[in-house]
């Protein structure tokens, strides 16, 4: 299994509190995603970071702040939560290819999000 | 809309029978991937096919991908109850993330 994890597993918070989820790598790997996954939705990229302080928001961003200080460390920020913030949280990670494109993405365990 | 489109959402079929799902697209890909994720875990990458194959293989998976007509098939022969998971395909359309589908559940009955 690729070396990914992420903190915390489980977390419940309270609507209007801000939330830090952790993803750490040990791949070294360029890339690095944040997704949410909901019932009826699939699996919607959030943000991803193409390298350290590159980030570029994806499909479902507002209400989302993202940080990569070092290649091996990407986290994600809600800055006041929101019910519908409620989801099941990956982190992926992938190589880059030749010409930049991206490889084949590794997933965490994922963390589950509460928000009362 | 860049996203897959999985069919059928939910499968359920006997022990040692084949699955088949597929995925339809609109848009026009570098590559096509196929991830499993079991229930309450992480997605785990199966297989690739790039945009000039036109099948391949991977143990008891196969997969086709017909670009004429924006299409990819996810077969499992000889089918087994671990095999019970949510099937996934995910686009690659650009040097962009790869969108990802909704999902097939596949339940294997032993």
């Known amino acids: 299994d690729a070396g990914i994890t992420q903190s915390p597993r489980h977390k419940v918070t309270e609507t209007g509190t801000p939330v830090t989820l952790r993803c750490h790598q040990t791949?070294?790997?360029?890339?690095m995603y944040w997704y949410r996954q909901d019932p009826g939705h699939g699996l919607r990229l959030i943000h991803y970071s193409y390298g350290v302080k590159d980030t570029d928001k994806g499909e479902v961003s507002d209400g989302y702040s993202v940080s990569r200080s070092k290649t091996e460390d990407f986290l994600l920020t809600l800055e006041s939560a929101t019910s519908s913030q409620t989801s099941v949280y990956f982190c992926?990670?992938?190589?880059?290819?030749?010409?930049?494109?991206?490889?084949?993405?590794?997933f965490g365990p994922g963390t589950r999000l509460t928000v009362l | 809309s860049q996203q897959g489109e999985e069919d059928p959402q939910a499968l359920s079929i006997q022990e040692g029978e084949n699955a088949t799902m597929n995925c339809s697209y609109k848009?026009?890909?570098?590559?096509l991937q196929w991830y499993r994720q079991n229930s309450g875990r992480g997605l785990v990458h199966l297989i690739l096919?790039?945009?000039?194959?036109r099948e391949k293989h991977s143990g008891r998976l196969r997969v086709t991908l017909d670009t004429s007509k924006k299409s990819s098939s996810l077969l499992i022969t000889a089918s087994r109850a671990a095999d019970t998971a949510s099937y996934f395909c995910?686009?690659?359309?650009?040097?962009?993330?790869?969108?990802f589908g909704k999902g097939t559940r596949l339940s294997v009955i032993a």
């Open positions: 096919i790039r945009s000039n194959e």
């Open positions: 791949e070294n790997h360029r890339y």
């Open positions: 992926a990670i992938s190589e880059s290819k030749a010409g930049g494109q991206q490889d084949t993405q590794y």
């Open positions: 848009t026009s890909i570098n590559n």
């Open positions: 995910a686009l690659q359309p650009g040097n962009t993330p790869l969108v």
